[in-house]
């Protein structure tokens, strides 16, 4: 393993962390709901009504969000390398799985690590270890 | 105050992944190919995330209220399961194979790039797909 040093931003990837952390206490604290974006998403789709209008309110705010930040600071471009067929492959695999294991990296691998839920460690030791191994197989051993 | 106060965490959590260069695809593939150049930034990202949400859950008693009134709606369940394990490990595939989970592609999709919108749509529909399933 070699250190990407060109790439590595510790102070901001530090900073950009405590502020995810500050949007958990506030979700927490102000409306008593946890910050899984999985949770918060896969709940407007089901049928269940009456708790829909907070969630709504929390992706509009997601997606707004590129276009708040360029007042405080240049807008970084994100870089999409994988193509359509890669996209929707993973797309289903992340959202099937996130809902069949109750989280993603927000609420498993944020919120759940901060309250020493060990169902969270498992899940975020498990997903990082699946992570890790989809990059191998199709990054160093297919070469796609 | 419920809707507000949801907006405002929405748009606070979704600088954060910005500022942290998470809502960048190419940047967490950096982080989850440990066998290439390895880009650390992601821990960095958990390390900072945790530390604040550790206080915020440190001072959330069960049965404390919200500010808006509402009981703390935290998780009890602590017990593994197939499903817990499965749905992980079929995240974490999917998580590997494009460089993007939910939250950064929402952000992405609200900067109106139209492969995020992909990746969003098939999200959406893994989704659904679960959802089907729990029916029967």
Do not use: E
Request: aromatic share 8%.
């Amino acid at each position: 393993m070699a250190i990407d040093y060109a790439h590595f931003t510790p102070l901001t990837a530090w900073c950009g962390g405590m502020l995810i952390g500050l949007a958990v206490a506030m979700l927490l604290w102000l409306i008593g709901r946890i910050a899984g974006i999985s949770g918060i998403v896969g709940g407007l789709l089901a049928p269940r009504a009456g708790d829909k209008a907070w969630r709504v309110a929390f992706v509009v705010g997601m997606l707004l969000s590129p276009w708040l930040y360029p007042l405080f600071h240049a807008l970084p471009q994100p870089q999409i390398v994988a193509g359509p067929w890669r996209l929707i492959v993973a797309g289903l695999l992340v959202g099937y799985g996130s809902r069949l294991g109750s989280g993603c990296t927000s609420g498993h691998g944020v919120c759940g690590l901060a309250r020493f839920s060990p169902r969270s460690i498992a899940a975020t030791l498990t997903f990082m270890s699946a992570g890790f191994a989809a990059v191998f197989v199709l990054h160093h051993l297919l070469g796609i | 105050m419920t809707l507000i106060a949801a907006l405002l965490s929405g748009l606070v959590f979704g600088c954060g992944l910005i500022l942290a260069g998470m809502a960048n695809p190419a940047k967490v593939l950096g982080f989850l190919d440990l066998a290439g150049r390895w880009d650390p930034s992601l821990v960095l990202v958990m390390g900072g995330a945790v530390t604040v949400a550790l206080l915020a859950f440190a001072r959330a008693k069960s049965g404390a209220r919200a500010l808006n009134g509402a009981t703390l709606q935290i998780p009890q369940k602590r017990t593994l399961d197939r499903r817990l394990l499965l749905g992980s490990l079929l995240f974490g595939l999917g998580w590997g194979t494009a460089g993007f989970c939910p939250g950064p592609a929402l952000v992405a999709l609200g900067a109106g790039i139209p492969k995020a919108a992909i990746f969003v749509a098939a999200m959406l529909l893994g989704m659904l797909i679960f959802q089907f399933q729990q029916r029967d």
